[in-house]
DNA sequence: ACGATGATGAAC
DNA sequence: TTCATCATCGTA
């Protein structure tokens, strides 16, 4: 049976959420009861107020505001003015951090995603559990370390050395 | 290769 | 108040 990710999941490092997450169950169930779930297969950690391709390393400010606040809350924005992007936030309050949802075995690409599950501005600061309509499950099945490919994050050229950082995680087919 | 399209943060 | 930038995607 799925278990619920619960908060105690995302209260760990960053790097270590966001590998945990590959292989776990996306899930969103919609206001209709319709209800969606698929295999999280890409994800990129941002860690911290040193990591330069991060937001919150511009310090605290009216979007970054939920990255510095408790772990297992979705931090949600838009980007070129027409995507939304999905991270959850991890760590401990006061430390900066968040796993960003790239992809699904059914649906590849982070705006893409946003886009199928219905996910705008509205889960920004939601907790991730079933009161919001949007949580992890745990893995159907174990997950080998060696399935996990780490390589750098895709779109953060202006970030300079943490450019190269092997922050994206990716399951191997 | 390139344009769409609007919030954000920093400069002025 | 203006301006450059942007954790992307679809069309060409």
Redesign the pocket.
Same mark, same amino acid.
């Given at each position: 049976m799925p278990v619920l990710l619960t908060k105690a999941f995302f209260e760990r490092p960053v790097l270590e959420v966001a590998q945990g997450l590959i292989g776990a169950a996306l899930v969103r169930r919609l206001a209709d009861g319709t209800t969606f779930r698929s295999m999280l297969t890409e994800v990129?950690a941002?860690d911290g107020p040193d990591d330069l391709?991060?937001?919150?390393a511009? &310090?605290r400010?009216?979007?970054?505001e939920v990255?510095f606040g408790p772990a297992g809350v979705f =931090?949600v =924005?838009?980007? =070129?003015?027409?995507?939304w992007?999905l991270?959850v936030v991890t760590g401990e309050p006061g430390y900066p951090a968040?796993v960003?949802i790239r992809g699904t075995q059914d649906i590849s &690409?982070? &705006?893409? !995603?946003t886009?199928r599950l219905a996910i705008d501005k509205s889960l920004n600061g939601k907790p991730a559990n079933r009161s919001s309509g949007l949580w992890f499950e745990d893995r159907a099945a174990p997950i080998d370390s060696k399935q996990i490919e780490a390589t750098p994050? !895709? &779109? !953060?050229d202006?970030a300079g050395d943490w450019a190269q950082a092997p922050y994206r995680f990716v399951l191997r087919e």
């Open positions: 990129e941002y391709a991060s937001h919150a511009k &310090g400010t009216p979007r970054t990255m =931090y =924005y838009l980007i =070129y003015g027409m995507h992007m991270n968040a960003l &690409g982070p &705006g893409r !995603i886009s994050r !895709i &779109g !953060i202006y």
